[in-house]
Every structure is written in structure tokens, then in C-alpha cells.
């Protein structure tokens, strides 16, 4: 096979795979794109859009922190009843006097 004849096949398999391709990429990018570029169009066109999304991610922060509070909160509640748990079945911390044991 000489140099022109492989460069012919390489150029019709290259063309043909081109015809398949290009229709499909073509679809693809429509059904892809077309809802994104609507979507930013609709942005754009309504600002009051860009405020509540804003507005919406100061709300998200704000409940992030609200559940991190909680959350430490109920980490401390849980100390203090494992705490008082101890207390009650008298193996308190070891520097704290026991109960019922006479003063000095």
C-alpha cells in the first residue's frame, strides 16, 4: 500500500467518523446547553433572581450555624448527665470529697 492510498483511507475513515460525530455532539450540546443558557438568560433578565439566592445562602449560613450550636450544646448536655450519672453511682471525679464523708 503506498503512502497516498493510506492517506486517502485514513481521510475517509476520519471523514466518516466525522458524519456520525458531529449530529451527535450537535444533540448532545442542544439538550445540554440549551436549559443552562436559559437559565442564566432568566437571571439576568430578573435581578430580584441574584437578592434571593443571596438571601437564600445568608439563611443557609445562618442555619449552619445554628445546628453547630446545638450540636455543641448537646455535646455538653451529655457531659453533664454523664457527669451527674457518676455522681449518682458514687464514682465522682478523685480529688471530690464522696458523699456522707466527714469534713475536717
Keep these: 500500500m503506498e503512502y497516498t492510498e493510506a492517506v486517502v483511507a485514513m481521510t475517509a475513515i476520519?471523514?466518516?467518523g466525522l458524519v456520525i460525530l458531529i449530529p451527535v455532539v450537535a444533540l448532545c450540546a442542544r439538550f445540554v446547553l440549551r436549559?443552562?443558557?436559559?437559565?442564566?438568560?432568566?437571571a439576568r433578565r430578573d435581578p430580584s433572581a441574584v437578592q434571593t439566592a443571596?438571601?437564600?445562602a445568608r439563611r443557609m449560613d445562618l442555619l449552619d450555624a445554628?445546628?453547630?450550636s446545638i450540636q455543641s450544646t448537646l455535646g455538653r448536655l451529655e457531659e453533664a448527665e454523664e457527669f451527674r450519672r457518676k455522681l449518682a453511682e458514687g464514682k465522682?471525679?478523685?480529688?471530690?470529697p464522696r458523699a456522707g464523708a466527714e469534713k475536717l
Design 54 to 56: 443571596t438571601l437564600l
Design 14 to 16: 476520519v471523514i466518516s
Design 66 to 68: 445554628e445546628v453547630q
Design 35 to 42: 436549559p443552562l443558557m436559559q437559565s442564566f438568560a432568566e
Design 92 to 96: 465522682s471525679h478523685p480529688g471530690a
